[in-house]
């Protein structure tokens, strides 16, 4: 094994750092570098929303049936970034293709659930409630995982997502994760000193009040502020990322990582990925986007030891048909592929066979791989969280982890 | 508790979307009983079809109707886009025009409860024909009969095209419409089987509509056989599995149960929803009834009802634009806020509505939601962005946000005002005679419905003491921006 000059110091700091050093000097004697030790496993989910087009992602390029469906849109096997015999990526996925030579992407092919709809919202609504097609849930299986991780947890820190908006998917029953688009601005508001004047004003009654519940959560929030806030600075990343909106948000959970805050799960989207119209001008940028954004990100957890702890995977609502329409685009569809990218897998590339374009469903992928599996499995094994109480259900786990 | 004025705005909170400034002066010289009388007389008048479609739309689908299912099939991509556009427009403008009458109209009680109905017979749809058809049922219907408004809104070509329905044939029945119809619109989960379900699907089988929204009973399509349903038999069509659905006394229980939870407080009392529930069967599912055994109950008013709710981002809304009367220039900045908010009129998350109560608070929520105040004083400014909705923009940008304020946004710059024009003369009027140290109270008093407000004192400390206007302006700006606030 060679160890580069720049791997080395790193590691040999990180010895000095652990072996030698009294705990209490780490802190300040190590600025550049983290003070977390390997081992603190984080999940980072980056959502694809809109529908992202499975087939021009991972493209079966010796299949017949794919370049006849899509005369104009089917991606040319010279084209694509060839994997195996069978598979190759879109040609903006350079990034992962470098993954996947690495043994750090995993492929897991026709993901769903039964009886698929077709609505964003409510598709999505299932993927982030983790509920069947039929049932209407109101709460997030990642705020579920806050729920049965963090009872008495006095920020609401364990779980981020890099917006304004917080999702369905981090709504607990109890708890809720907290969105952030910029740690420096949390609330960004005029008005800041007087909500904590006010907050510190108020006598807690009975905790059972609506108006407790209230200054519960403003209380958390701002703490929490200040929290992620100082956490956010204490080991900034120095890596270059793009100037893009997903390459500040993974810029900012980097540094975060880099730090010693309490995060598991990190949840970021990019989007829109329905291309019912252009679909290669719309899906080449935001695959550009991703693919530096991500690249970047990897490139900065290699380069400080994190990427072992790391588990990140994209997801989309569905996938698309596969015929594509008369418009230069696809419809939406139902089973999709999801990436697993982490230093730390141990089943790499693609893990279960492409789709089977010749067994379709009114033109639709079937799905073989329920998602909840793939909820499952990071719970139970990246997590050691109790999977069947977060899922409300038993189901299989898979070996990528 | 016994001031009538308490009383009353808690009563104008529940049935209605809060207190009018006009109202103010009222609020103490009537009972209760005076003002609930009022609202169902000021609500009693059928209200008008809102059509907010313009006449490319009409004229196209109008057409339609005539041309044949090649022609339409052929009609080309940019009229389809056109249609798209023009349908999204109207969508955004039936709820621009609904919530300008839920500030506005004196009916009240009647779009208090077309807006419950809203999110009981939640419906995505964007054909804006559709959308303004079931809104005129919800709201012609409001404070009538239950089964007559489940009935219309069971042929609406809204909830029919959401729900599958055109899709539910003799040879290939869809349970879609069947499922939603029994679990959310009158029995709730557990009360009947699935083999209900299948049988009542039968029912329902060639029940649709055309593109101008009409219903349209496909004959062929339809199932004549004999059907089971909660132990009838007979060759049932849908009409009368809704009326066995209505027989079934659970479906007032139901019905009541989540009445109660919207109007009097989100922890239903057992006895008390079994009384209203009762009484709301025995009237024949009279919905003003049923209203009025609620509002001029005892127990309506009781203490630990008051301030009990989480306003909803709609409640929310209208409440400040009822109290402060304002002319927005930027209208769009109700729509943006409606989206980080999380209630989208006319675009509910499922077919079950909003959660409501505790979900719509969480950190970015409650955050945005205080500093609202501060947006209509122009101090602070709309710098956050809510989530893409893909149904609603086919891929499309945001159409919500102007192209300046997208640019600011991308390279980080502030955001930008929603310019409120506030009447405050007509607001600042009602506190003539108020001393000035009384002032911070009595605003209070007006404001919140919690049992402790705001510290006067605080209140005080951040408002603007420069001169009496100035004063009641910012500390009623600052008594708006507190957990307090959010309350009803």
């Known amino acids: 094994m060679v160890i580069k000059r720049k791997e080395f110091i790193q590691i040999g700091s990180l010895a000095t750092a652990s072996l030698m050093l009294p705990k209490?000097?780490?802190?300040?004697?190590?600025?550049?570098?983290?003070?977390?030790?390997?081992?603190?496993?984080?999940?980072?989910?980056?959502?694809?929303?809109?529908?992202?087009?499975?087939?021009?992602?991972?493209?079966?390029?010796?299949?017949?049936?794919?370049?006849?469906?899509?005369?104009?849109?089917?991606?040319?096997?010279?084209?694509?970034?060839?994997?195996?015999?069978?598979?190759?990526?879109?040609?903006?996925?350079?990034?992962?293709?470098?993954?996947?030579?690495?043994?750090?992407?995993?492929?897991?092919?026709?993901?769903?659930?039964?009886?698929?709809?077709?609505?964003?919202?409510?598709?999505?609504?299932?993927?982030?409630?983790?509920?069947?097609?039929?049932?209407?849930?109101?709460?997030?299986?990642?705020?579920?995982?806050?729920?049965?991780?963090?009872?008495?947890?006095?920020?609401?820190?364990?779980?981020?997502?890099?917006?304004?908006?917080?999702?369905?998917?981090?709504?607990?029953?109890?708890?809720?994760?907290?969105?952030?688009?910029?740690?420096?601005?949390?609330?960004?508001?005029?008005?800041?000193?007087?909500?904590?004047?006010?907050?510190?004003?108020?006598?807690?009654?009975?905790?059972?009040?609506?108006?407790?519940?209230?200054?519960?959560?403003?209380?958390?929030?701002?703490?929490?502020?200040?929290?992620?806030?100082?956490?956010?600075?204490?080991?900034?990343?120095?890596?270059?990322?793009?100037?893009?909106?997903?390459?500040?948000?993974?810029?900012?959970?980097?540094?975060?990582?880099?730090?010693?805050?309490?995060?598991?799960?990190?949840?970021?989207?990019?989007?829109?990925?329905?291309?019912?119209?252009?679909?290669?001008?719309?899906?080449?940028?935001?695959?550009?986007?991703?693919?530096?954004?991500?690249?970047?990100?990897?490139?900065?957890?290699?380069?400080?030891?994190?990427?072992?702890?790391?588990?990140?995977?994209?997801?989309?609502?569905?996938?698309?048909?596969?015929?594509?329409?008369?418009?230069?685009?696809?419809?939406?569809?139902?089973?999709?592929?999801?990436?697993?990218?982490?230093?730390?897998?141990?089943?790499?590339?693609?893990?279960?066979?492409?789709?089977?374009?010749?067994?379709?469903?009114?033109?639709?992928?079937?799905?073989?791989?329920?998602?909840?599996?793939?909820?499952?499995?990071?719970?139970?094994?990246?997590?050691?969280?109790?999977?069947?109480?977060?899922?409300?259900?038993?189901?299989?786990?898979?070996?990528?982890? | 508790m016994s001031s009538n004025q308490v009383k009353n705005q808690h009563l104008l909170w529940r049935a209605g979307f809060g207190p009018a400034v006009e109202q103010l002066p009222d609020l103490e010289k009537y009972s209760p009983k005076q003002f609930f009388k009022a609202l169902v007389k000021a609500s009693d008048k059928k209200p008008e079809y809102i059509n907010v479609a313009d006449d490319y739309l009409k004229g196209l689908y109008m057409g339609i109707g005539e041309l044949g299912r090649q022609q339409r099939k052929e009609m080309d991509k940019d009229e389809r886009k056109k249609i798209q556009q023009k349908n999204r427009e109207g969508v955004r403008n039936l709820n621009m025009f609904w919530m300008h009458e839920m500030v506005n109209t004196a009916a009240q009680l009647r779009e208090k409860m077309a807006f419950f109905?809203?999110?009981?017979?939640?419906?995505?749809?964007?054909?804006?024909?559709?959308?303004?058809?079931?809104?005129?049922?919800?709201?012609?219907?409001?404070?009538?009969?239950?089964?007559?408004?489940?009935?219309?809104?069971?042929?609406?070509?809204?909830m029919l095209n959401f729900l599958n329905n055109q899709q539910n044939r003799k040879d290939h029945p869809n349970e879609n419409f069947a499922r939603e119809l029994m679990e959310l619109f009158t029995m709730g989960r557990g009360n009947y089987t699935e083999h209900d379900i299948k049988e009542a699907a039968r029912a329902f089988t060639g029940w649709g509509s055309n593109l101008k929204g009409e219903f349209q009973f496909r004959r062929f399509q339809h199932d004549f056989g004999s059907k089971t349903v909660l132990g009838r038999t007979g060759n049932f069509d849908g009409e009368e599995v809704l009326d066995i659905l209505l027989e079934e006394k659970q479906t007032a229980r139901y019905i009541s149960g989540k009445i109660y939870k919207f109007l009097v407080n989100e922890q239903p009392e057992s006895e008390k929803v079994e009384w209203l529930a009762d009484r709301f069967y025995k009237n024949n599912y009279d919905i003003t009834k049923l209203l009025e055994d609620i509002f001029t109950s005892e127990w309506f008013y009781d203490e630990k009802n008051v301030g009990s709710k989480i306003k909803s981002p709609v409640e929310l809304l209208v409440g400040i634009q009822r109290m402060l009367p304002m002319k927005l220039e930027n209208e769009e900045a109700l729509m943006i806020l409606q989206r980080v908010l999380g209630q989208l009129l006319f675009y509910p998350p499922n077919v079950s509505g909003w959660p409501g109560g505790k979900a719509w608070i969480d950190s970015s929520s409650l955050m945005m939601r205080m500093r609202i105040p501060k947006l209509i004083d122009d101090t602070d400014e709309m710098n956050v962005r809510p989530k893409d909705d893909d149904d609603q923009m086919m891929g499309r940008m945001d159409p919500d946000e102007e192209p300046k304020a997208k640019a600011a946004r991308i390279s980080g710059r502030a955001g930008r005002p929603i310019k409120a024009n506030v009447d405050w003369k007509k607001y600042t009027k009602n506190f003539e005679s108020v001393p000035r140290e009384k002032l911070a109270e009595t605003i209070s008093k007006i404001l919140l419905q919690t049992k402790q407000g705001v510290s006067p004192d605080l209140i005080k400390q951040y408002s603007d003491e420069t001169g009496r206007e100035n004063f009641i302006k910012t500390a009623t700006l600052q008594i708006m921006s507190t957990p307090e606030y959010q309350l009803c």
């Open chain 1, 24 to 401: 209490f000097l780490k802190a300040f004697e190590r600025r550049d570098l983290p003070i977390v030790p390997p081992g603190n496993k984080v999940v980072v989910i980056l959502q694809l929303s809109g529908g992202n087009d499975g087939l021009n992602t991972v493209i079966p390029v010796r299949n017949d049936i794919y370049y006849r469906s899509r005369p104009k849109l089917g991606i040319q096997k010279d084209k694509a970034l060839a994997l195996t015999d069978e598979a190759a990526l879109h040609p903006a996925l350079t990034a992962f293709k470098g993954l996947y030579d690495d043994g750090s992407l995993g492929i897991i092919n026709n993901v769903g659930y039964p009886n698929p709809d077709r609505s964003h919202f409510r598709s999505m609504d299932i993927w982030h409630t983790a509920s069947d097609a039929t049932e209407y849930w109101t709460n997030g299986w990642v705020g579920r995982y806050l729920d049965a991780q963090c009872k008495g947890c006095d920020k609401p820190t364990h779980a981020i997502e890099i917006d304004d908006v917080l999702s369905l998917a981090l709504k607990g029953e109890e708890l809720k994760g907290i969105a952030v688009k910029d740690p420096r601005r949390l609330y960004g508001t005029a008005n800041e000193k007087f909500f904590r004047d006010v907050l510190k004003n108020h006598k807690d009654e009975s905790g059972e009040q609506p108006v407790d519940y209230l200054y519960k959560t403003m209380s958390e929030t701002l703490s929490s502020a200040d929290y992620i806030f100082k956490q956010s600075r204490l080991h900034p990343t120095s890596a270059e990322y793009p100037k893009t909106d997903l390459g500040s948000s993974m810029k900012t959970i980097a540094s975060l990582i880099f730090s010693d805050i309490n995060t598991k799960v990190y949840y970021v989207s990019l989007g829109s990925f329905d291309t019912h119209i252009n679909q290669q001008i719309q899906q080449q940028n935001l695959f550009t986007q991703m693919n530096d954004a991500i690249g970047a990100f990897v490139k900065d957890l290699k380069s400080n030891n994190r990427f072992n702890d790391v588990m990140l995977f994209t997801f989309s609502e569905f996938g698309r048909r596969v015929s594509q329409n008369a418009s230069g685009g696809t419809d939406h569809g139902t089973a999709n592929n999801m990436f697993l990218v982490s230093g730390s897998l141990k089943q790499k590339g693609i893990i279960n066979p492409l789709p089977d374009l010749s067994d379709l469903d009114e033109g639709d992928l079937k799905y073989k791989v329920d998602f909840k599996n793939v909820y499952a499995t990071v719970l139970k094994k990246w997590l050691n969280a109790d999977d069947v109480a977060i899922l409300k259900k038993k189901y299989d786990h898979l070996n990528f982890c």
């Open chain 2, 117 to 158: 109905w809203h999110g009981h017979f939640a419906c995505r749809n964007l054909n804006v024909f559709y959308q303004q058809g079931l809104l005129d049922v919800l709201r012609r219907n409001a404070l009538g009969n239950f089964g007559t408004m489940l009935k219309e809104v069971s042929r609406s070509a809204a």
